[in-house]
């Protein structure tokens, strides 16, 4: 089972470690991940694999929301299928 996580905010330092060690404590280990910045906005997609996740899907949204709040920027989480069918023509 796959999510997409997407981040978007102005730059600093700190995003992937903070990010990263959310998911790490929650056992979700990060497939592959793409990062741009723009001047100073950082926009960030990552596709996690959340089948060993050790809380529910709502938990690990909500922190990784909260670390999007201690950062200033807006993180997103959604099951990769939802991701698909928003994004089908």
Known sequence: ???????????????????????????????????NVMDDMFAMVMFVDI????????????ELDKDGQSLGMKVHCMHEEIFDAMHRI
Do not use: P
Not at 51 to 62: A, E, I, P, Y
């Open 1 to 35: 089972m796959r999510a997409v996580i997407t981040v978007v905010g102005k730059d600093r330092t700190g995003i992937i470690a903070k990010l990263s060690d959310t998911l790490y404590r929650n056992n979700v280990n990060i497939q592959d991940i793409s990062q």
């Open 51 to 62: 089948t060993n996740c050790v809380v529910d899907f709502s938990q690990l949204s909500s």
